[in-house]
């Protein structure tokens, strides 16, 4: 009789790739670099209590292509202007354990708050709605040569990432930046090829494959993220995702990771989850179950996941083939290793809130509180699991106001 597949059971990528079990660490931002952009100590830190911490592949958060355009302070920059013998030493910690490292590529565009950029870009000058727009201020749209310029931005980033030791990349075409917002006819209203129809706004995430894998080679695995839905009305929908999967997959991405929503819709975050998507756990299975007959990738699901039997009930219907975990690594860089060796484990997760709706939209509490958990591990700390939201917010907002003062010296 055949083993059912299970969350310890290898996986065969690519032919060039093992994975040693089915965890995945999704990325998290963990806006902890100097102020170069570089990683250093902590990012090193950091990674090793993950890749001790049992999951096959660990995927960076937000490393950004464009140092001038940054999501948050202390984003990680990967281009020329790097130190890469700090990038190869932090590839090294995670490899030596025999895990995958995979550099998530991303160019935040409008979703840069002002204090980071005061004239952000876009597709379309659209600005952000809801209780974001204090802290975003409108963007402008780019320009042609502008557009060329950010899809060779990520074609470097990925060979750095590759010579510097790095076993994949991910391309962040999810969450609201600046690729998902190509995608998006809500947020792109161009009238030319990188506009309009479906075919159009799906250009740009195309032509960032075609020149990342241009100059990795055939062999180096390249990943994404991708929206299954924003959320929106008039936005990025589910036949738009499943057209878009089914490119992909035919110009030979290696990896899809299926996730939703924006800075405007946190779905990703497991705000405004339907009741019923709770109870069965994946927020986003139902999307992967949808798109499972029509591409041959490999798929990751992520968000909700908490009990070992759901995830391998996911594994066993065949809807997914790898199980993405983000915010339980920020409390527990062991998770891994608890559900790979404990059945009966189940995750706990808090749902994070003031009370106040638009303070928790506006600080993006339940992104930020995390980033803080990561900040106590990388400084080889203990996380603070009842860490309270209002400490956290109070963190958020010093740290962006230093950075404004900061930003006005130099």
Same mark, same amino acid.
Request: a positive charge.
């Given at each position: *009789?055949?083993?059912?597949?299970?969350?310890?059971?290898?996986?065969?990528?690519?032919?060039?790739?093992?994975?040693?079990?089915?965890?995945?660490?999704?990325?998290?931002?963990?806006? !902890?670099?100097?102020?170069?952009?570089?990683?250093?100590?902590?990012?090193?830190? /950091?990674?090793?209590?993950?890749?001790?911490?049992?999951?096959?592949?660990?995927?960076?958060?937000?490393? *950004?292509?464009?140092?001038?355009?940054?999501?948050?302070?202390?984003?990680?920059?990967?281009?020329?202007?790097?130190?890469?013998?700090?990038?190869?030493?932090?590839?090294?910690?995670?490899?030596?354990?025999?895990?995958? !490292?995979?550099?998530?590529?991303?160019?935040?565009?409008?979703? @840069?708050?002002?204090? *980071?950029?005061?004239?952000?870009?876009?597709?379309?000058?659209?600005?952000?709605?809801?209780?974001?727009?204090?802290?975003?201020?409108?963007?402008?749209?780019?320009?042609?040569?502008?557009?060329?310029?950010?899809?060779?931005?990520?074609?470097?980033?990925?060979?750095?990432?590759?010579?510097?030791?790095?076993?994949?990349?991910?391309?962040?075409?999810?969450?609201?930046?600046?690729?998902?917002?190509?995608?998006?006819?809500?947020?792109?209203?161009?009238?030319?090829?990188?506009?309009?129809?479906?075919?159009?706004?799906?250009?740009?995430?195309?032509?960032?494959?075609?020149?990342?894998?241009?100059?990795?080679?055939?062999?180096?695995?390249?990943?994404?993220?991708?929206?299954?839905?924003?959320? #929106?009305?008039?936005? $990025?929908?589910?036949?738009?995702?499943?057209?878009?999967?089914?490119?992909?997959?035919?110009?030979?991405?290696?990896?899809?990771?299926? %996730?939703?929503?924006?800075?405007?819709?946190? %779905?990703?975050?497991?705000?405004?989850?339907?009741?019923?998507?709770?109870?069965?756990?994946?927020? $986003?299975?139902?999307?992967?179950?949808?798109?499972?007959?029509?591409?041959?990738?490999?798929?990751?699901? @992520?968000?909700?996941?908490? %009990?070992?039997?759901?995830?391998?009930?996911?594994?066993?219907?065949?809807? @997914?083939?790898?199980?993405?975990?983000?915010?339980? $690594?920020?409390?527990?860089?062991?998770?891994?290793?608890? /559900?790979?060796?404990?059945?009966?484990?189940?995750?706990?997760?808090? #749902?994070?809130?003031?009370?106040?709706?638009?303070?928790?939209?506006?600080?993006?509490?339940?992104?930020?509180?995390?980033?803080?958990?990561?900040?106590?591990?990388?400084?080889?700390? %203990?996380?603070?699991?009842? /860490?309270?939201?209002?400490?956290?917010?109070?963190?958020?907002?010093?740290?962006?106001?230093?950075?404004?003062?900061?930003?006005?010296?130099?």
């Amino acid at each position: *009789m055949q083993n059912l597949i299970d969350i310890n059971t290898p996986f065969r990528l690519t032919n060039s790739v093992l994975l040693s079990n089915r965890i995945v660490k999704s990325a998290l931002s963990e806006v !902890l670099a100097d102020k170069d952009g570089n990683p250093d100590t902590k990012h090193i830190n /950091l990674y090793k209590c993950w890749a001790e911490g049992g999951a096959a592949l660990l995927i960076t958060g937000n490393m *950004m292509v464009d140092r001038y355009n940054t999501a948050e302070p202390n984003n990680i920059v990967l281009d020329e202007k790097s130190n890469l013998a700090v990038f190869k030493e932090w590839a090294e910690t995670v490899r030596g354990n025999g895990t995958h !490292l995979w550099a998530q590529l991303n160019h935040p565009g409008k979703q @840069t708050p002002y204090y *980071m950029v005061w004239e952000p870009v876009a597709p379309s000058a659209i600005a952000l709605q809801g209780g974001l727009k204090a802290g975003f201020n409108k963007p402008r749209a780019l320009e042609q040569d502008e557009i060329s310029d950010i899809i060779r931005q990520f074609a470097l980033s990925a060979r750095l990432a590759k010579q510097t030791g790095f076993s994949g990349v991910q391309i962040h075409a999810a969450h609201g930046y600046l690729i998902n917002q190509f995608l998006s006819p809500l947020h792109n209203r161009r009238q030319d090829q990188w506009g309009g129809s479906l075919e159009n706004r799906r250009r740009f995430l195309v032509e960032i494959y075609y020149a990342i894998r241009n100059e990795v080679g055939s062999d180096f695995p390249i990943g994404v993220k991708l929206n299954s839905a924003d959320f #929106q009305r008039d936005g $990025f929908n589910e036949e738009d995702f499943i057209a878009v999967a089914e490119t992909l997959a035919y110009i030979g991405i290696d990896l899809i990771e299926i %996730s939703g929503g924006n800075y405007e819709s946190q %779905s990703m975050s497991g705000i405004n989850v339907q009741t019923s998507t709770l109870k069965r756990e994946a927020y $986003f299975l139902e999307y992967a179950r949808k798109i499972r007959g029509r591409v041959k990738v490999p798929l990751i699901v @992520t968000g909700g996941f908490r %009990s070992v039997s759901a995830m391998n009930q996911a594994l066993q219907s065949g809807e @997914t083939d790898l199980i993405g975990l983000g915010r339980p $690594f920020a409390v527990d860089p062991n998770v891994a290793n608890k /559900l790979l060796s404990r059945p009966e484990y189940k995750i706990e997760i808090r #749902q994070l809130t003031t009370g106040i709706k638009y303070l928790d939209q506006l600080t993006l509490i339940n992104i930020t509180w995390y980033e803080h958990q990561l900040a106590r591990m990388a400084r080889k700390k %203990s996380t603070k699991p009842n /860490l309270s939201p209002w400490i956290s917010i109070f963190k958020t907002m010093k740290n962006a106001g230093t950075y404004r003062v900061s930003k006005r010296r130099i």
